[in-house]
């Protein structure tokens, strides 16, 4: 007889036996440099929120404010009764803090690629993407009807031969679609849009980079990626990203032309058939552009850290990899080692996770750390001592 529910219970177990399960820290109160984690007085260093916005005074007053003006809801799918003015403005600040045409807010980045990609092609079309592209790309892609391409992490000759190959295709391919991380979040390094664009324009290919890392940290104030290459919006067409991290609340968003959202919102299902953000989210999106367009200081603060940190963590004799951004991966090679390195950090008062197989390669684990422009000088040293003494007590350095 057929059990329908056992399997929930031995795939798990068989994740836990190969410890390869999530455990779940619990935060207990806000992400802020020095927070509580299960109980414990840590320094963060693993979370998204790269300039500290999640606890920004005026994200969180606009948060509180809107509840007071608009509601706790939105009471509907954003087509149907779920467009607020709040949205829509957000909206227009996004486009405008982008230079970009317009703008279409998503529930969330996830929901962005995972409702737009598939529509951008169809099963004339061929998508090429790399092959360190984010899941929720690689859902989107997988959800979409036309053929599919993978070219090596950001190898521009491989994408060239892929394009080539591709213009053999008979009959010819009627849409190409490359598509691309802006910054790789396991590893910091930024893709080589501007190359990308270039071989796009030679074979009139759409390109698609989701910034997911990039805005708030790179370009021109944090703008990201496409302001960071100076490329123009003739050069990348869907410049995806997120409101979780770096602008430090939720959303997910894309900004181009006005042709993009115009098709974008008529197409997407995952726009059209989901609730829409609680007004205290759009506000507190519009703050965290605020923010950004007023206090250039963030933004410096990061870098400032970041090189601080990459330098000191180097000298100590740590494998950071090659990373250019304040994602700075420790790598020491086997998931076991990871998992005790992060272990003891956590004992003596740094939170940083983990990153294993299958995340990435088995020989690759890795502590990914996150920097953060809240943190203080006096913060990054006291981190940098205990990773000092943990790295040579498990003899990583
Ligand atoms: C590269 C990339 N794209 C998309 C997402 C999804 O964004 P969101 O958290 O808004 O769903 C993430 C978040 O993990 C990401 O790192």
Not at 120 to 136: F, M, P, T, W, Y
Not at 222 to 245: A, N, P
Not at 333 to 351: D, N, P, Q
């Amino acid at each position: 007889m057929r059990d329908p529910t056992s399997f929930l219970r031995t795939e798990y177990e068989a994740l836990v036996k190969s410890e390869l399960e999530w455990r779940i820290r619990v935060l207990q109160g806000p992400s802020t440099p020095w927070c509580t984690v299960d109980g414990k007085k840590v320094l963060m260093f693993c979370s998204n929120n790269y300039l500290g916005f999640s606890n920004h005074p005026k994200l969180k007053e606009a948060a509180l404010k809107a509840v007071q003006t608009h509601g706790a809801g939105s009471g509907s799918v954003r087509p149907i009764a779920g467009t607020m003015d709040i949205h829509v403005e957000l909206e227009r600040r996004l486009a405008k803090f982008k230079h970009a045409e317009a703008s279409l807010v998503y529930q969330t980045g996830f929901a962005a690629n995972a409702g737009l990609i598939p529509q951008l092609v169809g099963k004339e079309d061929l998508i090429i993407s790399d092959e360190l592209n984010h899941g929720s790309i690689i859902d989107g892609v997988r959800l979409a009807h036309g053929e599919r391409a993978v070219y090596k992490h950001s190898d521009m000759q491989d994408l060239a031969r892929v394009l080539d190959e591709a213009e053999k295709h008979s009959p010819p391919y009627r849409r190409i679609l490359i598509i691309t991380d802006g910054v790789f979040s396991m590893d910091g390094d930024i893709a080589p849009l501007d190359k990308v664009a270039k071989l796009a324009a030679e074979h009139g290919a759409m390109v698609y980079v989701d910034d997911a890392h990039g805005e708030g940290v790179l370009g021109e104030d944090g703008r990201g990626i496409v302001s960071h290459f100076k490329l123009g919006r003739d050069k990348v067409h869907v410049e995806m990203g997120t409101f979780s991290k770096a602008f430090g609340v939720v959303g997910g968003h894309v900004s181009g032309s006005k042709d993009l959202v115009n098709f974008g919102y008529n197409k997407s299902r995952t726009w059209l058939l989901s609730g829409s953000h609680p007004p205290a989210v759009a506000a507190a999106c519009i703050a965290a552009i605020d923010v950004l367009e007023t206090e250039p200081q963030h933004v410096r603060t990061l870098w400032e850290h970041t090189k601080y940190f990459k330098k000191a963590m180097k000298d100590l004799g740590f494998n950071i990899g090659n990373s250019e951004t304040p994602i700075t991966p420790i790598i020491v090679g086997e998931s076991g080692l990871a998992k005790k390195l992060s272990t003891r950090l956590f004992e003596e008062g740094v939170f940083a996770l983990p990153i294993i197989f299958p995340m990435v390669a088995r020989d690759k684990a890795r502590i990914r750390t996150i920097m953060n422009a809240a943190l203080t000088k006096k913060d990054l040293d006291f981190a940098m001592s205990a990773f000092e003494k943990i790295g040579e007590e498990l003899h990583i350095i």
